[in-house]
Structures are given as structure tokens and as C-alpha cells.
T-cell receptor, first 115, second 114 residues
Framework: NAGVTQTPKFQVLKTGQSMTLQCAQD?????MSWYRQDPGMGLRLIHY???????DQGEVPNGYNVSRSTTEDFPLRLLSAAPSQTSVYFC??????????????FGEGSRLTVL | GENVEQHPSTLSVQEGDSAVIKCTYS??????FPWYKQELGKRPQLIID?????GEKKDQRIAVTLNKTAKHFSLHITETQPEDSAVYFC?????????????FGGGTRLMVKP
């Protein structure tokens, strides 16, 4: 199993550009999520999904869009990049349901710089 | 929403000493409390977790304690080694519209001096 795979690992954007961070998992997990990591602020939840077709906003959703058309894939779209979105992004998946929270498995991370 | 506070933000210990990291949370409905270790440039990885029906859990040199009344939980590392140097994150579950997700503390950078 590859686990959680994220691409790209590094990206530099100009303000106003758009891009998509790709995330795929092969563990058949229903729950998937995107976090951003900034120094001293831990990991903050951007968006999450509890199954194909079901997504919801997390703690810091503004400026990002997600969709979940399959169990395996959960892409994160930056609509119009801003310098405040410079961060390291982690995709994660877990074997969870409404009554049980399982271990989060993280991808390797994507370092995004917005100039 | 849920707020998870983690202290200290940095911790320096001598090899062989013990290290303790503490977290507090605000949502009394939280029922799952994992700890993640992140080495430099790597992804966070689970090292130990505890659920609300347990007060303490141990795995070799690592232990976690939970006090639900006081809403705090702690990570204890004994006999620290240089390879324990990393950033450690605590987390707690928070209920969102579609399901329970994890909220993370701000992290503790642990440095173990040989």
C-alpha cells in the first residue's frame, strides 16, 4: 500500500494564480482531510470529507475549495492564491465513522509559496 | 469551537532525563486524544493515543495520561534519547457538521542533548 500520496511536493505561485493539490489514498478510508501547517500554529483543518460526495468546512476554509467524487481522491483547490496561503499542506485519511475516530495517516506534505 | 492549548512550546532535556508535555482542551465531548511526532521535513506520525474511557496508557518509554474532569492530558517520555528530538503535537476530537475531526495543539519542539 502506498498510503496517502500528495502532489506536488513543492510549488511556487504568483498572487492571483489558481492551482490544485492532489491527494489520493489506497486504504479505503472514508474520512479524508486537508490541514495547513504554519510555524507555532500546529495543524489547522481546512476542509474534510466523510465519504464520496460529502464535504464540509473546517477551521480555516476561506480561499479553498474541495470535492470528493471517489473514495480514493480528495483534491484541494486554491481559487486565487494569496501570500497568506504560503504554508505546508498535509492531506490525511483515517478509518473513522460517526462514532469512532481512528488514526490519521498523513501524506508527505506540499510546500506552497505564494509570491 | 474546540481549543487545544499545548505547553511548553520548546523543551530541552539532557539525554536520559524525562520529558513532559501538557495539553488542555475545551470541549467536554472530546473523546479521543492522540499524540503525533513530526521529525524535521517529515509528515506527522502517531506515537500514542488514548480514549476517554481510559485514564492512562503506556507503550515502552512513552505514556499518556488523561484527566477528563480537568480537561487536560499529558505525554510522558522517559529515558529520552537523541532520536526523540522532534516536534510533538497533541490533538483532541471536535464535532463538526458531518463528523468528528481532530484539532491540534500548537506543537512542542523537544531537543534531547547527548
Amino acid at each position: 500500500n502506498a498510503g496517502v500520496t500528495q502532489t506536488p511536493k513543492f510549488q511556487v505561485l504568483k498572487t492571483g494564480q489558481s492551482m490544485t493539490l492532489q491527494c489520493a489514498q489506497d486504504m479505503n478510508h472514508e474520512y479524508m482531510s486537508w490541514y495547513r501547517q504554519d510555524p507555532g500554529m500546529g495543524l489547522r483543518l481546512i476542509h474534510y470529507s466523510v465519504g464520496a460526495g460529502i464535504t464540509d468546512q473546517g477551521e480555516v476554509p476561506n480561499g479553498y475549495n474541495v470535492s470528493r467524487s471517489t473514495t480514493e481522491d480528495f483534491p484541494l483547490r486554491l481559487l486565487s492564491a494569496a501570500p497568506s496561503q504560503t504554508s505546508v499542506y498535509f492531506c490525511a485519511s483515517s478509518y473513522s465513522d460517526r462514532y469512532y475516530t481512528g488514526e490519521l495517516f498523513f501524506g508527505e506534505g506540499s510546500r506552497l509559496t505564494v509570491l | 469551537g474546540e481549543n487545544v492549548e499545548q505547553h511548553p512550546s520548546t523543551l530541552s532535556v539532557q539525554e536520559g532525563d524525562s520529558a513532559v508535555i501538557k495539553c488542555t482542551y475545551s470541549d467536554s465531548a472530546s473523546n479521543y486524544f492522540p499524540w503525533y511526532k513530526q521529525e524535521l521535513g517529515k509528515r506527522p506520525q502517531l506515537i500514542i493515543d488514548i480514549r476517554s474511557n481510559v485514564g492512562e496508557k503506556k507503550d515502552q518509554r512513552i505514556a499518556v495520561t488523561l484527566n477528563k474532569t480537568a480537561k487536560h492530558f499529558s505525554l510522558h517520555i522517559t529515558e529520552t534519547q537523541p532520536e526523540d528530538s522532534a516536534v510533538y503535537f497533541c490533538a483532541a476530537t471536535v464535532s463538526y457538521n458531518a463528523g468528528n475531526m481532530l484539532t491540534f495543539g500548537g506543537g512542542t519542539r523537544l531537543m534531547v542533548k547527548p
